[in-house]
Protein backbone atom coordinates (compact mmCIF):
# COMPACT_ATOMS: atom_id res chain seq x y z
CA UNK A 1 0.00 0.00 0.00
CA UNK A 2 1.41 3.48 -0.69
CA UNK A 3 0.00 5.48 2.04
CA UNK A 4 -1.55 9.20 1.14
CA UNK A 5 0.80 10.48 3.72
CA UNK A 6 3.14 8.59 6.18
CA UNK A 7 3.88 10.72 9.09
CA UNK A 8 5.30 8.10 10.76
CA UNK A 9 8.23 7.43 8.42
CA UNK A 10 8.69 11.56 7.97
CA UNK A 11 8.85 11.56 11.96
CA UNK A 12 11.59 8.45 11.85
CA UNK A 13 13.88 10.85 9.97
CA UNK A 14 14.60 12.95 13.00
CA UNK A 15 13.63 10.07 15.55
CA UNK A 16 17.22 11.18 17.26
CA UNK A 17 17.22 14.32 17.24
CA UNK A 18 13.33 14.72 18.00
CA UNK A 19 13.97 12.38 21.45
CA UNK A 20 16.87 14.63 22.67
CA UNK A 21 14.33 17.87 22.03
CA UNK A 22 11.58 16.00 23.89
CA UNK A 23 14.03 14.86 26.85
CA UNK A 24 15.27 18.35 27.26
CA UNK A 25 11.46 19.44 27.66
CA UNK A 26 10.66 16.61 30.24
CA UNK A 27 14.28 17.59 32.49
CA UNK A 28 13.55 20.94 32.26
CA UNK A 29 10.74 21.10 34.34
CA UNK A 30 9.19 24.05 32.50
CA UNK A 31 6.00 22.89 30.05
CA UNK A 32 4.35 26.08 28.89
CA UNK A 33 5.63 29.55 27.57
CA UNK A 34 9.19 28.70 28.10
CA UNK A 35 12.24 28.62 26.61
CA UNK A 36 11.25 26.34 24.17
CA UNK A 37 7.89 28.67 22.90
CA UNK A 38 10.53 31.60 22.85
CA UNK A 39 12.82 29.84 20.98
CA UNK A 40 10.76 28.53 18.23
CA UNK A 41 9.40 31.83 17.56
CA UNK A 42 11.97 33.50 16.92
CA UNK A 43 13.12 31.23 14.59
CA UNK A 44 9.54 31.13 13.20
CA UNK A 45 10.06 34.89 12.57
CA UNK A 46 13.57 34.47 11.08
CA UNK A 47 12.15 31.94 8.58
CA UNK A 48 9.39 33.61 7.22
CA UNK A 49 10.84 37.31 7.43
CA UNK A 50 8.27 39.21 9.84
CA UNK A 51 9.01 40.79 13.03
CA UNK A 52 6.92 39.33 15.42
CA UNK A 53 5.13 35.81 15.84
CA UNK A 54 3.36 34.25 18.21
CA UNK A 55 2.78 30.47 18.87
CA UNK A 56 -0.85 28.97 19.54
CA UNK A 57 -2.75 26.18 19.87
CA UNK A 58 -3.79 25.34 16.50
CA UNK A 59 -4.05 27.19 13.03
CA UNK A 60 -8.06 27.74 14.04
CA UNK A 61 -7.36 29.83 16.98
CA UNK A 62 -4.67 31.65 15.06
CA UNK A 63 -7.10 32.87 13.07
CA UNK A 64 -9.71 33.84 15.61
CA UNK A 65 -6.81 35.25 17.70
CA UNK A 66 -6.20 37.36 14.43
CA UNK A 67 -9.53 38.33 14.21
CA UNK A 68 -10.27 39.35 17.82
CA UNK A 69 -7.36 41.13 18.14
CA UNK A 70 -8.43 43.78 15.55
CA UNK A 71 -12.01 43.60 17.21
CA UNK A 72 -10.01 44.93 20.50
CA UNK A 73 -8.02 47.75 18.74
CA UNK A 74 -11.41 49.27 17.18
CA UNK A 75 -10.76 48.14 13.75
CA UNK A 76 -13.40 45.45 13.36
CA UNK A 77 -16.94 45.46 15.13
CA UNK A 78 -19.61 42.62 14.98
CA UNK A 79 -21.34 42.60 11.84
CA UNK A 80 -18.63 43.46 9.80
CA UNK A 81 -17.62 41.18 6.82
CA UNK A 82 -14.36 39.30 5.86
CA UNK A 83 -13.84 38.27 2.23
CA UNK A 84 -12.91 34.70 2.08
CA UNK A 85 -12.60 32.34 -0.67
CA UNK A 86 -15.96 30.37 -0.98
CA UNK A 87 -13.91 26.60 -1.57
CA UNK A 88 -11.17 26.91 1.44
CA UNK A 89 -11.47 24.71 4.75
CA UNK A 90 -14.21 25.00 6.85
CA UNK A 91 -11.70 26.41 9.54
CA UNK A 92 -11.60 29.35 7.44
CA UNK A 93 -14.83 30.29 7.62
CA UNK A 94 -15.38 29.45 11.40
CA UNK A 95 -12.69 31.67 12.49
CA UNK A 96 -14.46 34.26 11.37
CA UNK A 97 -18.32 33.52 12.31
CA UNK A 98 -16.99 32.61 15.67
CA UNK A 99 -15.92 36.25 17.01
CA UNK A 100 -19.46 37.59 14.96
CA UNK A 101 -18.18 38.73 11.87
CA UNK A 102 -19.64 37.84 8.52
CA UNK A 103 -18.25 35.85 5.27
CA UNK A 104 -18.32 36.69 2.20
CA UNK A 105 -17.39 33.85 0.09
CA UNK A 106 -15.62 34.34 -3.12
CA UNK A 107 -14.99 32.12 -6.41
CA UNK A 108 -11.95 30.40 -6.67
CA UNK A 109 -9.76 30.48 -10.01
CA UNK A 110 -10.21 26.70 -11.14
CA UNK A 111 -6.36 26.75 -12.60
CA UNK A 112 -5.37 27.54 -9.28
CA UNK A 113 -7.74 26.83 -6.76
CA UNK A 114 -7.36 29.88 -4.97
CA UNK A 115 -9.58 32.83 -4.62
CA UNK A 116 -9.95 34.81 -8.19
CA UNK A 117 -8.99 37.97 -7.06
CA UNK A 118 -10.07 39.86 -9.70
CA UNK A 119 -13.61 39.44 -8.22
CA UNK A 120 -12.58 40.38 -5.30
CA UNK A 121 -13.88 44.31 -5.74
CA UNK A 122 -17.47 43.60 -6.60
CA UNK A 123 -17.69 41.87 -3.20
CA UNK A 124 -16.42 45.08 -1.28
CA UNK A 125 -19.27 46.94 0.92
CA UNK A 126 -18.61 49.38 3.29
CA UNK A 127 -19.02 46.90 6.17
CA UNK A 128 -15.85 44.94 4.40
CA UNK A 129 -13.29 45.49 6.73
CA UNK A 130 -10.34 42.35 5.55
CA UNK A 131 -9.88 39.76 2.84
CA UNK A 132 -8.25 36.75 4.02
CA UNK A 133 -6.43 34.57 1.50
CA UNK A 134 -5.87 31.07 1.74
CA UNK A 135 -2.89 30.20 -0.18
CA UNK A 136 -4.90 26.83 -0.64
CA UNK A 137 -2.96 23.34 -1.16
CA UNK A 138 0.27 24.91 -0.36
CA UNK A 139 0.29 27.38 -3.45
CA UNK A 140 0.59 31.06 -3.02
CA UNK A 141 -2.44 33.39 -3.55
CA UNK A 142 -1.39 37.33 -3.96
CA UNK A 143 -1.12 40.10 -6.97
CA UNK A 144 -0.07 43.73 -6.77
CA UNK A 145 -3.80 44.80 -7.55
CA UNK A 146 -4.56 42.65 -4.19
CA UNK A 147 -2.51 44.80 -2.08
CA UNK A 148 -3.49 47.99 -4.57
CA UNK A 149 -7.05 47.33 -3.80
CA UNK A 150 -6.46 46.71 -0.20
CA UNK A 151 -4.74 50.07 0.36
CA UNK A 152 -7.43 52.03 -1.67
CA UNK A 153 -10.23 50.55 0.81
CA UNK A 154 -8.02 50.93 3.71
CA UNK A 155 -8.42 46.63 4.43
CA UNK A 156 -6.65 44.37 6.22
CA UNK A 157 -4.98 41.52 4.47
CA UNK A 158 -5.32 37.99 6.17
CA UNK A 159 -3.14 34.86 5.33
CA UNK A 160 -4.51 31.67 6.24
CA UNK A 161 -0.96 30.21 5.37
CA UNK A 162 -2.13 26.88 7.07
CA UNK A 163 -1.03 24.33 4.16
CA UNK A 164 2.09 26.92 2.62
CA UNK A 165 4.82 27.68 4.96
CA UNK A 166 7.59 28.06 2.72
CA UNK A 167 6.15 29.23 -0.47
CA UNK A 168 7.68 32.57 -1.73
CA UNK A 169 6.07 35.11 -3.89
CA UNK A 170 8.47 37.36 -5.25
CA UNK A 171 11.57 36.63 -2.67
CA UNK A 172 8.66 37.18 0.17
CA UNK A 173 7.60 34.18 2.17
CA UNK A 174 3.77 33.72 2.89
CA UNK A 175 3.06 34.73 6.35
CA UNK A 176 4.97 38.05 5.81
CA UNK A 177 3.00 39.28 3.09
CA UNK A 178 -0.05 40.79 5.17
CA UNK A 179 -1.14 42.30 7.88
CA UNK A 180 -0.84 39.09 10.21
CA UNK A 181 -0.83 35.07 9.26
CA UNK A 182 -2.30 32.09 10.84
CA UNK A 183 -0.45 28.87 10.68
CA UNK A 184 -1.45 25.41 11.70
CA UNK A 185 1.01 22.80 12.37
CA UNK A 186 -1.26 19.65 12.34
CA UNK A 187 0.66 16.60 12.14
CA UNK A 188 -0.42 16.04 8.61
CA UNK A 189 0.76 19.41 7.81
CA UNK A 190 4.42 20.59 5.61
CA UNK A 191 5.62 21.38 9.12
CA UNK A 192 3.82 18.93 11.56
CA UNK A 193 3.67 18.62 15.38
CA UNK A 194 2.87 16.06 17.08
CA UNK A 195 -0.50 17.23 17.90
CA UNK A 196 -2.59 20.41 17.71
CA UNK A 197 0.01 23.63 17.34
CA UNK A 198 -0.44 26.97 15.30
CA UNK A 199 1.29 30.11 15.55
CA UNK A 200 0.39 33.77 14.04
CA UNK A 201 2.59 36.15 12.50
CA UNK A 202 2.48 40.04 11.90
CA UNK A 203 4.33 43.24 11.41
CA UNK A 204 1.78 44.99 13.80
CA UNK A 205 3.29 45.40 16.79
CA UNK A 206 0.64 46.15 18.48
CA UNK A 207 -1.62 43.43 17.25
CA UNK A 208 1.22 40.81 18.65
CA UNK A 209 1.11 42.31 21.89
CA UNK A 210 -3.05 42.03 21.80
CA UNK A 211 -3.36 38.32 20.10
CA UNK A 212 -0.71 37.54 22.99
CA UNK A 213 -2.82 38.38 26.07
CA UNK A 214 -5.52 37.03 24.43
CA UNK A 215 -4.46 33.49 23.61
CA UNK A 216 -3.26 34.03 27.80
CA UNK A 217 -6.64 34.25 29.13
CA UNK A 218 -7.05 37.80 27.96
CA UNK A 219 -3.92 38.30 30.60
CA UNK A 220 -1.15 41.06 30.20
CA UNK A 221 0.31 40.17 33.88
CA UNK A 222 -0.70 37.22 35.72
CA UNK A 223 -4.19 36.84 36.96
CA UNK A 224 -4.86 40.27 35.72
CA UNK A 225 -7.00 39.90 32.78
CA UNK A 226 -7.28 42.99 30.55
CA UNK A 227 -9.44 41.48 28.00
CA UNK A 228 -12.22 38.52 27.38
CA UNK A 229 -9.59 36.23 26.53
CA UNK A 230 -9.10 32.24 25.84
CA UNK A 231 -6.36 29.75 26.66
CA UNK A 232 -4.68 28.64 23.28
CA UNK A 233 -0.84 28.07 23.85
CA UNK A 234 1.85 26.53 22.09
CA UNK A 235 3.30 24.24 24.85
CA UNK A 236 6.90 23.38 25.35
CA UNK A 237 6.40 19.67 23.36
CA UNK A 238 5.11 20.60 20.52
CA UNK A 239 7.46 23.83 20.12
CA UNK A 240 10.56 21.49 20.54
CA UNK A 241 9.13 19.03 18.17
CA UNK A 242 8.75 22.02 15.45
CA UNK A 243 12.28 23.61 16.19
CA UNK A 244 14.11 20.19 15.27
CA UNK A 245 11.25 19.66 12.19
CA UNK A 246 11.89 23.55 10.87
CA UNK A 247 15.63 23.13 9.71
CA UNK A 248 14.61 20.41 7.66
CA UNK A 249 11.44 22.41 5.68
CA UNK A 250 12.94 23.92 2.63
CA UNK A 251 14.49 20.49 1.78
CA UNK A 252 11.26 18.59 2.31
CA UNK A 253 9.51 21.42 0.28
CA UNK A 254 12.07 20.62 -2.58
CA UNK A 255 11.09 17.19 -2.96
CA UNK A 256 7.21 17.51 -3.21
CA UNK A 257 8.04 19.88 -6.17
CA UNK A 258 10.17 17.57 -7.84
CA UNK A 259 7.50 15.04 -7.32
CA UNK A 260 4.99 17.59 -8.49
CA UNK A 261 6.88 17.87 -11.25
CA UNK A 262 6.88 14.33 -12.11
CA UNK A 263 3.18 14.41 -11.65
CA UNK A 264 2.08 16.46 -13.83
CA UNK A 265 4.78 16.00 -16.42
CA UNK A 266 3.78 12.00 -16.58
CA UNK A 267 0.48 12.01 -15.81
CA UNK A 268 -1.06 11.46 -19.38
CA UNK A 269 -4.72 10.96 -19.00
CA UNK A 270 -7.62 12.79 -21.46
CA UNK A 271 -10.41 12.41 -18.40
CA UNK A 272 -7.53 13.77 -15.54
CA UNK A 273 -6.94 17.06 -14.96
CA UNK A 274 -3.61 18.05 -13.72
CA UNK A 275 -2.77 21.65 -11.53
CA UNK A 276 -0.16 23.55 -13.57
CA UNK A 277 3.37 24.61 -12.03
CA UNK A 278 3.78 28.34 -11.44
CA UNK A 279 6.17 30.24 -13.35
CA UNK A 280 8.38 30.82 -10.26
CA UNK A 281 8.17 26.92 -8.69
CA UNK A 282 8.55 28.72 -5.14
CA UNK A 283 5.10 29.86 -5.30
CA UNK A 284 4.12 26.63 -4.55
CA UNK A 285 5.06 23.68 -1.49
CA UNK A 286 2.48 21.28 -2.84
CA UNK A 287 1.33 20.50 0.42
CA UNK A 288 -1.42 18.61 -1.72
CA UNK A 289 -1.35 17.33 -5.42
CA UNK A 290 -4.73 17.96 -6.05
CA UNK A 291 -6.56 16.57 -9.91
CA UNK A 292 -9.79 16.60 -11.21
CA UNK A 293 -11.93 14.26 -12.85
CA UNK A 294 -15.69 13.85 -13.68
CA UNK A 295 -15.34 10.33 -12.89
CA UNK A 296 -13.79 10.72 -9.08
CA UNK A 297 -15.27 7.63 -7.47
CA UNK A 298 -14.03 5.16 -10.28
CA UNK A 299 -10.46 6.71 -10.32
CA UNK A 300 -10.20 6.53 -6.52
CA UNK A 301 -11.83 3.06 -6.41
CA UNK A 302 -9.35 1.98 -9.42
CA UNK A 303 -6.19 3.32 -7.71
CA UNK A 304 -7.53 1.89 -4.07
CA UNK A 305 -7.75 -1.85 -5.75
CA UNK A 306 -4.17 -1.27 -6.83
CA UNK A 307 -2.98 -0.41 -3.71
CA UNK A 308 -2.93 3.90 -3.63
CA UNK A 309 -4.28 5.70 -0.94
CA UNK A 310 -6.11 9.04 -2.00
CA UNK A 311 -8.54 12.08 0.13
CA UNK A 312 -10.71 14.43 -1.20
CA UNK A 313 -10.18 17.89 -0.28
CA UNK A 314 -13.00 18.25 0.58
CA UNK A 315 -16.00 16.86 -0.30
CA UNK A 316 -18.30 19.24 0.75
CA UNK A 317 -18.07 23.05 0.26
CA UNK A 318 -18.47 25.27 3.41
CA UNK A 319 -21.64 26.81 2.01
CA UNK A 320 -23.35 23.34 1.96
CA UNK A 321 -22.58 22.46 5.36
CA UNK A 322 -25.08 22.13 7.54
CA UNK A 323 -23.49 24.24 10.28
CA UNK A 324 -23.80 26.93 7.39
CA UNK A 325 -27.50 25.65 5.91
CA UNK A 326 -27.91 30.00 6.13
CA UNK A 327 -25.57 29.95 2.92
CA UNK A 328 -27.30 27.06 1.12
CA UNK A 329 -29.21 29.47 -1.50
CA UNK A 330 -25.68 30.89 -2.38
CA UNK A 331 -24.70 30.12 -6.10
CA UNK A 332 -21.28 29.29 -6.53
CA UNK A 333 -21.12 26.68 -8.92
CA UNK A 334 -17.23 27.02 -9.93
CA UNK A 335 -16.64 26.13 -5.64
CA UNK A 336 -19.33 22.96 -6.45
CA UNK A 337 -17.93 21.71 -9.51
CA UNK A 338 -14.22 21.95 -7.66
CA UNK A 339 -15.70 19.71 -4.99
CA UNK A 340 -17.34 16.97 -6.66
CA UNK A 341 -14.10 16.61 -9.14
CA UNK A 342 -11.02 17.34 -7.00
CA UNK A 343 -8.97 14.42 -5.61
CA UNK A 344 -5.85 14.38 -3.64
CA UNK A 345 -2.91 12.49 -5.12
CA UNK A 346 -0.24 11.04 -2.32
CA UNK A 347 2.90 13.54 -1.77
CA UNK A 348 5.16 13.73 0.81
CA UNK A 349 9.31 14.00 1.17
CA UNK A 350 9.53 10.26 2.22
CA UNK A 351 7.33 9.13 -1.07
CA UNK A 352 10.32 7.51 -3.34
CA UNK A 353 10.65 7.57 -7.12
CA UNK A 354 9.91 4.00 -7.60
CA UNK A 355 6.37 4.91 -5.52
CA UNK A 356 6.12 8.01 -7.71
CA UNK A 357 6.45 6.06 -11.05
CA UNK A 358 3.76 3.40 -9.78
CA UNK A 359 1.03 6.17 -8.57
CA UNK A 360 1.74 7.51 -11.90
CA UNK A 361 1.53 4.39 -14.22
CA UNK A 362 -1.63 3.15 -12.09
CA UNK A 363 -3.29 6.65 -13.03
CA UNK A 364 -2.34 6.48 -16.50
CA UNK A 365 -3.82 2.80 -16.90
CA UNK A 366 -7.38 4.09 -15.57
Not at 112 to 123: G, K, Q, S
Not at 188 to 214: M, P, Q, Y
Not at 308 to 334: D, K, R
Request: hydrophobic share 45%.
Amino acid sequence: MIKFLDIQKINAQYATELKKAANLVVDSGWYIRGEQGSAFEKQLCDFVGSPFSIGVANGLDALRLILRAYMEMGIMELGDEIIVPANTYIASILAITDVGLVPILVEPDPLTFNMNIALVDEHISSRTKAIMVVHLYGRICWSESLETLAKENSLKIIEDNAQAIGATWHGRKSGSLGDAAGFSFYPGKNLGAFGDAGAITSNDEELANIVRALANYGSFVKYECTYQGLNSRLDEIQAAMLSVKLKFLESENDRRRTIATRYVAEIKHAEIIVPDIPMDVHEHVWHLFVVRTKRRSELMAHLEKLGIQTLIHYPIPPHQQLAYAEYSALSLPITEKIHEEVLSLPISPVLTNEEVTEVIEVINSF
